[in-house]
């Protein structure tokens, strides 16, 4: 898709409600945060496992991450945390989610021996941690209330909210609390992609990353699958995302260009697989791999361990803000959307 560039619009202020606009700004604000609150976890981290609890289990995530988590024979173990205890959660609107949910809670209670609480207050009280991986965004606020009600740091599986407003208030809760969290896809851990965003072919001037966009009506159409691809894509190309405009490819699959503050582009396709590619001022290099979920569970044990999330509030917003620009485009037939207008819409700074 192409079309003539548009006047530059102003940069949104990411500041008004994240603490940077860079991964090395969140980490700053992630290690004040720990300072501040939840050390509890982790204060006898190295001398004991990390007690988990799982809320949702209505993902095929709950049954692989226990497995990596929980199996020492495991061909990819992550040691250092274990999952023992687990809410149902489900969501009776959802085919995919209420259908799964009994098959789930075996394979964790018979297999793991994971203890099935009736509530997510009651899981918060036996655990140190928590994981929150209800494959429908929209119960995440109301999840995220209460585990930060019970003071314990959390992971948010994608999508971080069933909205963008959500998604505003689940970082704006956590941060007044002080309660550290993150919300990533796995996606971002693939090896090349992380080469790239570390300078491994320099500054990187545009990127196109790709996955399957299937659709679900309860969400925002990219907040369903599409979220992977966006954030390999954030991963090379960092924060800054000012605008996008949606189309579609000569297949007719969505294809979302957006444009950084600095000139550079990057854009989302909806393709089969995970696949992308970087040019910088070094080279290119393909991105957007998928390289199994051991990766972002090593990173979430290791959040756990030290309060550091691996990205920052600021960038994980920015992709949703991203994503929510994507359909407003859509319904505007196509035309350009700010980041900082849809931000604005969703009580972003308020």
């Known amino acids: ?37 939840s050390l509890l976890v982790v204060s006898a981290a190295t001398a004991a496992e990390i007690r988990l609890g799982i809320i949702g289990l209505d993902t095929s995530h709950v049954t692989a991450f226990t497995e990596i988590l929980n199996n020492p024979a495991a061909k990819d173990h992550v040691a250092g945390a274990k999952v023992v205890g687990a809410f149902k959660g489900g969501s009776p609107d959802i085919e995919s989610s209420w259908s799964r949910v009994e098959e789930y809670t075996k394979t964790l209670r018979e297999k793991h021996g994971v203890t099935i609480h009736p509530t997510v207050e009651a899981l918060c009280k036996d655990v140190d941690a928590v994981l929150i991986e209800s494959v429908d965004g929209r119960p995440h606020l109301g999840q995220v209330k209460a585990v930060i009600a019970a003071g314990k740091p959390f992971y948010v599986d994608k999508p971080l909210g069933g909205s963008l407003k ?35 072919i320099g500054t990187v001037t545009h990127a196109w990353c790709g996955s399957p966009a299937h659709l679900e009506k309860t969400h925002p159409d990219l907040y369903w699958y599409g979220v992977h691809g966006c954030e390999s894509l954030f991963t090379v190309l960092g924060t800054g995302c000012i605008s996008v405009r949606r189309g579609t490819t000569q297949e007719g699959k969505i294809e979302v260009v957006g444009r950084w503050s600095d000139g550079r582009t990057g854009t989302f396709r909806e393709v089969e697989g995970y696949q992308g590619e970087a040019w910088g001022t070094k080279g290119s290099q393909k991105v957007g791999s998928y390289d199994g979920y051991a990766p972002l569970v090593a990173e979430i044990v290791k959040f756990f361990q030290t309060g550091v999330a691996p990205v920052g509030p600021g960038e994980t917003l920015e992709i949703m803000a991203f994503m929510e620009a994507a359909d407003e485009s859509k319904r505007r037939g196509g035309t350009e959307v700010t980041l900082a207008e849809v931000l604005k819409k969703a009580g972003a700074g308020n």
Do not use: Q
């Open 166 to 200: 959500d998604a505003v208030e689940i970082l704006r809760l956590a941060k007044a609390a002080k309660i550290p969290m993150f919300s990533a896809s796995s996606l971002r851990f693939a090896k090349g992609t992380l080469a790239v965003r570390a300078g491994a």
């Open 1 to 37: 898709m192409s079309s003539p560039a548009p006047a530059t619009p102003r940069s949104p202020n990411f500041a008004l409600y994240s603490p940077g606009r860079s991964a090395r700004n969140g980490l700053m604000t992630s290690r004040c945060s720990v300072l501040v609150a």
